[in-house]
């Protein structure tokens, strides 16, 4: 029985051989891992990036940045043409933007093919300002950033009122008459509706118009309304059109 005994014993201590490198394993492993953390932990955190200081360069940067000019009505009321979009930063710090499309455009070159991002960026209070803007950089933030100035450099009054036939209320809740957009192959029109009404739209449309701060409206899309960038064009347009009418 002491012979039987000694030989079932041994296969058992042959097995924890195996089971005692597996743990010297994973304690190794451990340690890898405590070293990884213990450098990773050592890293120097990101530095928030430092505020620019704006140094108008034009005559009308001087005017609001010196306090004469304290509104965007007085701007467009004479005419004044805005070249800094520090300007619309400085006078309407709350305004909003909504990123409208986002791709990818290649070039072909000598050295290969070149890359950038385009992105379509608008802006506005919902309130009665409206910009829209295009813009191309080899990274998307700088793009994103590119267009948001160019659409405030392009920011425009909108004319709000109230031109339906079924609600003359004279308050400022949707566009005073019947207007068209055109933007690439798309053609978008504007309708007045009564008040309650809200945007009678798709989605794109409508986050465009009420960024405008248009509150019920009717709307007829014509074309390649997929392409975004040629639909918030169409709209820039038929809100822009709101100041040139014509008696036809």
């Known amino acids: 029985m002491s012979e039987q005994q000694t030989n079932k014993d041994k296969p058992a201590a042959e097995t924890s051989k195996p089971n005692e490198k597996s743990t010297g394993n994973g304690r190794r492993d451990d340690r890898r891992g405590d070293r990884r953390g213990d450098r990773r932990g050592n890293r120097r955190p990101r530095q928030p990036e430092p505020e620019k200081i704006w140094l108008p360069r034009t005559r009308l940067g001087t005017l609001v940045q010196s306090g004469s000019v304290q509104s965007l009505d007085t701007i467009f009321q004479n005419g004044w043409k805005i070249k800094e979009y520090e300007i619309v930063n400085k006078l309407m710090p709350d305004i909003k ?4 499309h986002v791709g990818v455009v290649q070039k072909q070159t000598d050295a290969g093919e070149s890359t950038r991002f ?12 409206f910009g829209v803007g295009t813009g191309k950089k080899p990274q998307l933030k700088n793009a994103i950033d590119s267009a948001t100035q160019n659409a405030l450099l392009n920011i425009i009054p909108v004319k709000l009122g109230c031109g339906s036939w079924e609600c003359r209320c004279g308050t400022n809740h949707s566009i005073p008459y019947r207007t068209v957009g055109r933007g ?8 007045p509706g009564p008040k309650g009404l809200g945007l009678v739209a798709g989605e794109t449309i409508r986050n465009l118009l009420a960024l405008a701060g248009v509150k019920d409206v009717w709307s007829k899309s014509f074309g390649s309304t997929s392409t975004m960038p040629s639909v918030a064009n169409a709209v820039y347009d038929s809100i822009r059109q709101l100041h040139s009418m014509s008696l036809q």
């Not at 933007?97 to 409208?100: A, G, I, K, N, T």
């Not at 690439?184 to 309708?191: A, N, R």
């Open 97 to 100: 933007s909504l990123v409208v």
């Open 118 to 129: 385009k992105s379509v960026v608008a802006v506005g209070d919902e309130n009665g300002w």
């Open 184 to 191: 690439g192959s798309v053609k978008i029109e504007l309708i």
